[in-house]
C-alpha cells in the first residue's frame, strides 16, 4: 500500500464530520470546505449550518441535535436510534451503503478523551470493512494500515505506530528503531529521515504523521 500526504490542495470525494472539536487548522477546514460531500454526525451539524454551510446528510440518533436544525433539515436526516455503535460508525456505514468508500474523517477528536480514543481506534473496523479511510486532525493525520506500506513524507516529520496486532514490525527510514510494540505509548514520536519511509509488518497498526 501507499500512502500520500494530505495538503491543503486535496479534494475529498466525500468528508464525515465529527461532533469533536470543530476543525481550526488550515488542511482540516480546507478539506471540509471544498468536499463534494458531507455528511455531519449528529450534533455536528448545529455548529456546521451555524457557520453558514449546509452537509448532504446528516446521520445519527440526533440526541444532539438542535431542535431546529432537527425540523429545518428533516429531508437529510438518516436516524439510526440503535445504541451498539457509535455516530461516526453509523455515518461510516451510511456511506458503505452509498458507495463511498473513500473516507476523511475530520472533527473526531477534542472534548471527551474517551471519544477521541474510540472514534480512532475505530479506523481498523472501517479498513476491515473494505473503507479507504483517514482521520485529519488540526496536527496530522492518522491512517489505518494492514500489512507492508510506503509513506510520503519529509524530513524530519514526526510519525506514531500504534500497534495493534503485529508481531513483527519494522521501519525503513526513520530515525528510531521498530517492533512489534505492545503498548501504545512505545510507538510514538519517531522520524522520518526523508521523503519516504516504509514499514514492513504482518498485523494491523495506525499511523500518525504530524504536519
Known amino acids: ?3 500520500p500526504l494530505i495538503n491543503k490542495t486535496y479534494i475529498a470525494d466525500t ?7 470543530f476543525p481550526n487548522a488550515e488542511i482540516p477546514l480546507h ?15 448545529n455548529e456546521y449550518i451555524d457557520k453558514g454551510y449546509i452537509p448532504n446528510v446528516i446521520v445519527g440518533d440526533c440526541d444532539s441535535l438542535a431542535t431546529e436544525i432537527k ?14 455503535d457509535n455516530d461516526q460508525t453509523k455515518a461510516i456505514r451510511f456511506c458503505d451503503s452509498q458507495n463511498r468508500k473513500n473516507i476523511l474523517i475530520v472533527g473526531a477528536t477534542g472534548k471527551r478523551e474517551d471519544h477521541t480514543l474510540g472514534n480512532i481506534s475505530l479506523l481498523i473496523n472501517y479498513m476491515q470493512m473494505g473503507m479507504n ?8 493525520i492518522f491512517v489505518p494500515v494492514h500489512g507492508d506500506a510506503d509513506f510520503e513524507s519529509f524530513n524530519g516529520q514526526q510519525v506514531s505506530i500504534f500497534n495493534f496486532t503485529c508481531k513483527s514490525l519494522k521501519e525503513e527510514n526513520m530515525v528510531y528503531p521498530t517492533r512489534a510494540f505492545d ?10 529521515k526523508g521523503d519516504t519511509f516504509s514499514i514492513k509488518a504482518d498485523g494491523y497498526y495506525l499511523v500518525f504523521r504530524a504536519y
Open 1 to 3: 500500500m501507499e500512502f
Open 15 to 21: 468528508v464525515i464530520l465529527g461532533n469533536g472539536d
Open 31 to 45: 478539506l471540509l470546505k471544498s468536499a463534494q460531500f458531507v455528511v455531519c454526525c449528529d450534533g455536528a451539524a
Open 71 to 84: 425540523e429545518k433539515y428533516a429531508h437529510i436526516l438518516h436516524i439510526e436510534h440503535e445504541q451498539e
Open 133 to 140: 479511510v483517514t482521520t485529519v486532525t488540526d496536527y496530522g
Open 183 to 192: 503498548n501504545w505509548w512505545q510507538g510514538t514520536l519517531n522520524e522520518s
